[in-house]
């Protein structure tokens, strides 16, 4: 999107380590919110609460979502949402990780996490949230139940995560210099053998270049299956070296024609675009189907500049709210996700001369709002499931051994 949602890298051995000790209820469902008050009851003890949201910080245009949200909710419900802006929230799941094992189980320093893939599953794993707590929401009405909101990867959310906005990985292209955009990975290498020097993707861990090799993957490989599958290395390494070869295969032969012959890559969307619009690139990727929009709105592209996704579809992921189990603030963070799942919240997130998130509400819940924000026309591409997050880490480390250099 601009990136919807933050890059998911592996833990630091640290957390990995406080992981394993805290593993032994793993499968283990909460069960810390059994007792569940009427809405009106959190509404008068989420009053005066200050929620620290901890949050991708890397977008301006999100940035000023969150602060027009803070107004809101101090308006109407007198609830402060402060944003703690954080480059990855793995960060913050070290940090529940360490309160944990502190024994701190209220008074936490985190009331509310942007999450999803590898963070949500380390989280729930460790019994780091606070849930089931969807059903309680009044907004939770309006969520469009079609989308994938039941799986965050491969992993039941179960009430413990309420779906914010949809992520699909897609790409932008100007007609004016390519007419005919590929179709496929396969055709995207032949463009790019046709037009050396053209074409390119973020560089890995950053989010949307680890989203390319996985859709590329995905494509490529003859074994799909095997990706939706928890992955535990070293023990699965003869199988890892099998599903992944023809990504090796395939980015040996896309470098050697690629920007900068495949020994410097942009360093996220944001770049992609800016080299589209110079003409550098022929492609620009993201994982917001209206970043062509915002970036046309926002004066960054051509207005002849179009989205599109492959013919088999597009990796789709939906990024999602949470609270932690030991957060002081509850009751307001219960507030302010509810709010933002709210049709007036959604439909400014939506809009792209703003952020251009896309809604994860079913188009009725908007008819009731005043132009433009009462049509919300979003109509996602065919979706791609994301991977088991377990083969995110060993992707990247193999990417970096192998091109990282």
Do not use: C
Not at 107 to 128: A, P, Q, T, Y
Not at 343 to 352: G, L, V
Request: charged share 15%; no cysteine; hydrophobic share 40%.
């Amino acid at each position: 999107m601009i990136t919807p949602f933050p890059a998911l890298k592996k833990l630091t051995l640290t957390a990995a380590l406080l992981i394993s000790s805290l593993s032994a209820n793993a499968n283990e469902t909460p069960t810390n919110a059994t007792i569940t008050p009427t809405w009106q009851q959190t509404l008068t003890q989420a009053k005066g609460e200050t929620v620290y949201f901890n949050a991708w910080g890397g977008s301006q245009e999100i940035n000023d979502y969150l602060l027009w949200a803070n107004t809101q909710l101090q308006q109407r419900y007198g609830v402060t949402l402060k944003q703690v802006k954080v480059t990855d929230i793995a960060e913050t799941t070290q940090r529940l990780l360490a309160e944990k094992t502190a024994g701190k189980n209220s008074g936490g320093s985190v009331d509310m996490v942007w999450i999803n893939g590898e963070n949500f599953r380390s989280m729930k794993r460790n019994r780091l949230l606070y849930g089931p707590f969807t059903h309680q929401l009044p907004n939770w009405k309006y969520v469009d139940k079609s989308l994938p909101i039941d799986k965050d990867f491969s992993e039941p959310t179960q009430g413990l995560e309420a779906p914010w906005g949809v992520g699909q990985l897609v790409f932008i292209y100007d007609p004016e210099t390519l007419s005919n955009p590929p179709k496929s990975f396969k055709a995207l290498l032949a463009l790019a053998q046709q037009h050396p020097g053209k074409i390119s993707y973020p560089k890995p861990p950053e989010f949307h270049g680890t989203s390319f090799l996985k859709a590329a993957l995905l494509e490529l490989t003859t074994d799909k299956q095997a990706l939706y599958q928890p992955l535990q290395l070293p023990q699965d390494q003869a199988l890892f070296n099998r599903v992944t070869a023809p990504l090796w295969h395939y980015l040996d032969q896309l470098h050697k024609v690629a920007w900068h012959q495949g020994k410097q890559f942009p360093a996220g969307t944001a770049e992609t675009i800016q080299l589209l619009d110079d003409q550098q690139l022929l492609l620009a990727i993201t994982f917001n189907p209206n970043a062509a929009a915002a970036a046309i709105a926002n004066g960054n592209l051509t207005e002849k500049a179009k989205t599109y996704a492959f013919s088999a579809g597009a990796l789709t992921n939906i990024h999602f709210l949470a609270i932690p189990w030991n957060a002081n603030a509850k009751a307001g963070a219960l507030v302010a996700i509810n709010f933002l799942l709210s049709p007036e919240a959604q439909a400014r997130k939506a809009d792209t001369s703003l952020w251009g998130d896309p809604t994860i509400l079913s188009p009725q819940a908007f008819t009731k709002l005043p132009a433009p924000y009462n049509q919300q026309n979003f109509k996602p591409y065919p979706s791609i499931a994301e991977p088991n997050p377990t083969w995110l880490a060993a992707i990247e480390q193999q990417w970096q051994q192998r091109y990282g250099n």
